[in-house]
């Protein structure tokens, strides 16, 4: 079925050109349309020839923003939690990304942090449906690249920003969290509870793609902070500079080649 369809079958069905290629995907787990903002804050500052555009007119695209660098495309989009996620990397697996980043927030479960550290997440656990599909045979187990992930790290240091690696869990169902569940998380030995990692590493491994992800961490919910503190509120600025920061970075990576 859908899985056999190959890129030059999906081009023409999205009205795309034959030789449509998209060198890299970059995606923010969130909702809120902000980053949209904050990316062409850092692209003014990026020192590199930058269009943007749409996609195309399919409501199916709406969410991503098409840049071209350097005469180059790469895709940019929020996302929150990975069921069109999915669909989206595929897409652009098969169109020829070399590399999927997330930029995203996590709630946290490593004692030693605190918020607005940074956790890049060596693998991400999950038990949902994109995961199984993509990558069946990993245990629940689903990696980054561990080169990119190094990569990253080593430009987001040098911001003085504190980096920690190390496992997270994505749990698509935040309502559904208990404070069982988050000591739990803890004591396996989990860093941070996301939402999108597991589906970025999964559908890259499946088509043998690096991914990574950059997280901020937010509520930090081993320490018992939520999104209805008052501090997760007055964290909001610190958190949005951190981002800005990861944007820089995440551009510079991803378009070095």
Known sequence: MYKSFTAADY?????LPKDYTVNGFIIVG????GPYAQLKEELAKFGKN???KKVNDNPYFAPILELTIDEKIYWFTIAYGGTML????HLACLFGSKANILIGQCGGLFTEADTPDI????YAYANESVTRMYEPDASHHHASDKFLTEQLADKIKIEGHKVWQGPTMTCQAMMAET????????NEGY??????ASTIFAVSNHFKRRSAAVLVIGDNLVMQKTVHDESYGDGLDARLKVRG???AAVLQEITKD
Request: net charge negative; aromatic share 16%; charged share 25%.
């Open 179 to 186: 404070w069982e569940d988050v000591q739990k998380w803890s």
């Open 191 to 196: 860093y941070g509870v996301e939402m999108e």
């Open 50 to 52: 930058v269009s943007y």
């Open 245 to 247: 920061d990861i944007i």
């Open 119 to 122: 956790i890049m997440p060596t």
């Open 30 to 33: 969130t909702f809120h349309p």
């Open 11 to 15: 081009r023409k069905h999205h009205d």
């Open 86 to 89: 999915c669909e989206w990397l």
